[in-house]
C-alpha cells in the first residue's frame, strides 16, 4: 500500500486539518503500526497507535518529507510511545498480543483465519524467545518495512548492530521454527 | 592461530548473508535456501499486520487528528505576538542566563557570522537579533522543544540543547527539573551525537509536561535515561549503562538546584568541540574503524554540518527556526551508537565490516559502546547455518 503522488497533496491537506487526508494517512500506517507495537509487548496497540497518530498530528506542521520520511517517522513516535508504556508498565515485553490486535481486522475465509492464528502463534511465539534488540529489529524490518538506515535511526543504533541483529534473529527463528517442522 | 585470510572470509560470507537478508525483507528472489524457508515466516507476520483498520475506528482517529491540527494551526497575530513580547520583560534570572550562554556560545566559538542562509526572511524569526532569542520563547513549549529536535537534526547539538533548556526553564513544570539537569549535564557531549540526540529531544518535546509516570517523575528518569546513553557515547559517564552517578535518577521533585555529576560536564560556553570528526575515534576502543565511519559521515551528505555541530556557527542561527524537517526518516545516522549492551557485543564482532564496506554506510561496525557485553551462545556469532548453502 502506499499513496504514491497522491501522497504531498495528502500532506498539505492534512496539515489544514481535512479528516479524508487523516484518513488516507491512517490507512497507510496503522496497520504495520499496530502490528509492530503488539509484536512488541504494547499492553494495549490500539491506544498506542491512536497516541502515535494524534502525535504526529501535533507536529505535523514541522514535518516536511516524503511518504518514506512520514513513515519512519511515524515509527520513531510509535517506538517512543512504545518504550513509554514498558516503562510504565516496569517488565518485559510480551508477544501474545498482535492476535488480538489484528483480529478485529482480518476478514475472509475463517479456516483460513484458523490457520492463519496458528501459524501466527508459532511466530510470536518464536519472536518470544528473541532478545529485545533482535525483535524489535526485525519487527520493525519485517512488519513496519523499514529500512535498515530508517531502523538504525529510531532505535539508536549503527546500521551494523542492525545487521548483526537481524542476522542473529533470523538465525534465532529459523532454528525455532525448523525444530518444529513450521517452515517444513 | 587464525590468519587474515580467515576474517576476510569470514566477513564476505557475513556480508553476503546481509545481501541474502536484504532480499528476504524486501521480498526479492533469495539464492539461499535456507533462508528462503524463512519467506514464509516474513509474509505471514506481514499478512497478519497489512489489513485496513476498520472505517469506524479510521474515522475516529481521523476527525481527532484534524481536530489537533486545526487547534494548533492559527498562527499568532501580531497582537498576541505584542502581548508575548511584553511578558517576556519577566525573564526569570535562570533564564536570562540562559539565554546570555546561548549567545555567548557562538561569539566564544569565533564564528560570528553575518546570517545563516536558511533563515533570513522568515516573517516568524526577522526580529532584532536580541529580540530574535528571547524571541525562541515564542509559542508553546512543545513547539520550542520541536525546534530544539530540528536544531539537533542539523547538527546543532548544542544550541539545540540550549533551546530544550529554555523551553523546560520557561515552561515552569516541575517535573521538567530531571529533564533539566539531564540536558544540562550533555551539554558538552552531544555535539556530534545527532540521532541520539534528536531521539532523546524527541521524548522530550513528546512527553514533557503530560505527567509521564503516576507522579511525572517518569518523564524526568527517561530524558536522564536517555542523556546517559549519550554521555555514554562520547565517554562521559562512568556507568552509562546502568545509570551511573553522572545523571538524575532520582524524584524530580527533589531539589532542583544539585546537578549531580557535573564535574564532567563543561561550561557551556566550551562545549564547541564535540562536532568535529573524530573526535569519537580518540574516545573509541577502536579507533581506526571510528575514523573511517566518521570520515564518511561527512559524505553522507545527511549531516547538516559535517565540520562540527553547527556550536561554531552564526551566531543568528541561535534565534532561528530551523528549516522544516524530515529528518525523522534521515537514513544515515553517522553517529547513532550502538546503545544494547548485548548488540554492543555484535557490533564488535562485525567490526571490520566498517572497514572494507565501506558502500554500506558509515556507521557499520564502529563500536562506540564499551559496556559489558551480554554473553550469547557461541554459535551465534558465526555466519551460521543460514549461509550455509549459499
Keep these: 500500500m502506499s499513496l504514491g503522488a497522491e501522497f504531498a497533496p495528502t500532506l498539505e491537506a492534512a496539515k489544514d486539518g481535512e479528516e479524508w487526508a487523516w484518513a488516507d494517512l491512517y490507512r497507510e500506517v496503522a496497520g504495520p503500526v499496530k502490528g509492530y507495537l503488539a509484536s512488541r509487548g504494547a499492553m494495549d496497540p490500539e491506544d498506542l497507535t491512536s497516541e502515535t497518530f494524534l502525535q504526529v498530528a501535533r507536529n505535523i506542521h514541522a514535518f516536511e518529507g516524503n511518504e518514506t520520511s512520514f513513515r519512519s517517522w511515524v515509527f520513531v513516535i510509535a517506538h517512543r510511545r512504545l518504550i513509554d508504556s514498558r516503562r510504565a508498565r516496569g517488565r518485559r515485553p510480551e508477544t501474545t498480543t498482535l492476535l488480538e490486535a489484528t483480529a478485529d481486522s482480518t476478514g475472509g475465509d475463517v479456516e483460513e483465519e484458523a490457520l492463519d492464528s496458528l501459524v501466527a502463534e508459532e511466530l510470536l511465539r518464536a519472536f518470544e524467545q528473541l532478545t529485545d534488540i533482535q525483535g524489535d529489529v526485525l519487527a520493525l524490518r519485517i512488519l513496519g518495512r523499514l529500512t535498515l538506515e530508517e531502523t538504525a535511526q529510531i532505535l539508536g543504533k549503527r546500521v551494523g548492530a542492525i545487521k548483526a541483529a537481524q542476522r542473529r534473529g533470523l538465525m534465532a527463528l529459523q532454528q525455532r521454527l525448523d525444530f518444529q517442522g513450521v517452515t517444513q | ?390
Design chain 2, 1 to 390: 592461530m587464525r590468519r587474515l585470510g580467515d576474517y576476510r572470509c569470514e566477513m564476505q560470507t557475513t556480508r553476503r548473508l546481509d545481501r541474502e537478508i536484504e532480499r528476504l525483507l524486501t521480498g526479492a528472489p533469495l539464492q539461499d535456501r535456507d533462508l528462503a524457508l524463512l519467506t514464509p515466516l516474513v509474509e505471514g507476520l506481514r499478512s497478519l499486520t497489512g489489513h485496513l483498520p476498520p472505517e469506524t475506528e479510521v474515522r475516529s482517529i481521523a476527525a481527532r487528528a484534524a481536530a489537533v491540527v486545526l487547534e494548533r494551526s492559527p498562527q499568532p497575530t501580531d497582537a498576541a505576538a505584542s502581548h508575548r513580547r511584553r511578558q517576556r520583560v519577566g525573564l526569570t534570572p535562570r533564564l536570562a542566563a540562559m539565554t546570555m550562554a546561548v549567545l555567548m556560545v557562538p561569539a566564544m566559538a569565533g564564528a560570528a557570522l553575518a546570517a545563516d542562509s536558511a533563515i533570513p526572511g522568515d516573517p516568524l524569526y526577522g526580529l532584532d537579533r536580541a529580540f530574535e532569542v528571547v524571541g525562541i520563547g515564542a509559542g508553546s513549549t512543545s513547539e520550542r522543544l520541536l525546534e530544539a529536535a530540528q536544531m539537533a537534526a542539523q547538527g546543532r547539538g548544542n544550541e539545540a540543547i540550549n533551546h530544550a533548556v529554555l523551553a523546560l526553564e520557561s515552561d515552569g513544570d516541575s517535573s521538567n527539573v530531571l529533564a533539566l539537569q539531564a540536558l544540562e549535564s550533555i551539554a558538552g557531549f552531544a555535539g556530534d551525537d545527532r540521532s541520539e540526540l534528536m531521539a532523546l529531544l524527541a521524548y522530550i518535546s513528546e512527553n514533557a509536561g503530560r505527567g509521564v509516570g503516576a507522579d511525572g517523575s517518569e518523564f524526568g528518569r527517561g530524558v536522564a535515561e536517555l542523556a546517559r546513553e549519550i554521555a555514554g557515547e562520547n565517554g562521559a559517564g562512568d556507568n552509562p549503562a546502568t545509570g551511573g552517578p553522572d545523571f538524575p535518577t532520582t524524584d524530580p521533585n527533589g531539589p532542583p538546584a544539585v546537578n549531580p555529576g557535573q564535574g564532567q560536564q563543561p561550561p557551556v560556553g566550551q562545549s564547541n568541540s564535540n562536532g568535529e570528526p573524530g573526535n569519537n575515534g580518540a574516545q573509541n576502543e577502536n579507533g581506526a574503524q571510528n575514523g573511517t565511519g566518521n570520515g564518511n559521515a561527512g559524505t553522507t551528505g545527511n549531516t547538516a554540518n559535517p565540520n562540527g555541530n553547527g556550536d561554531a556557527g552564526p551566531p543568528d542561527d541561535v534565534s532561528k527556526a530551523p528549516p522544516a524537517v524530515d529528518k525523522p526518516a534521515d537514513p544515515v545516522a553517522p553517529d547513532s551508537g550502538g546503545t544494547d549492551a548485548d548488540e554492543g557485543n555484535e557490533d564488535v564482532d562485525h567490526g571490520n565490516e566498517g572497514v572494507d564496506q565501506g558502500t554500506q554506510g558509515p556507521d557499520e561496525g564502529n563500536p562506540v559502546k564499551t559496556k559489558s557485553p551480554k554473553p550469547e551462545s557461541p554459535s551465534l556469532t558465526a555466519p551460521g547455518r543460514l549461509g550455509a548453502s549459499s
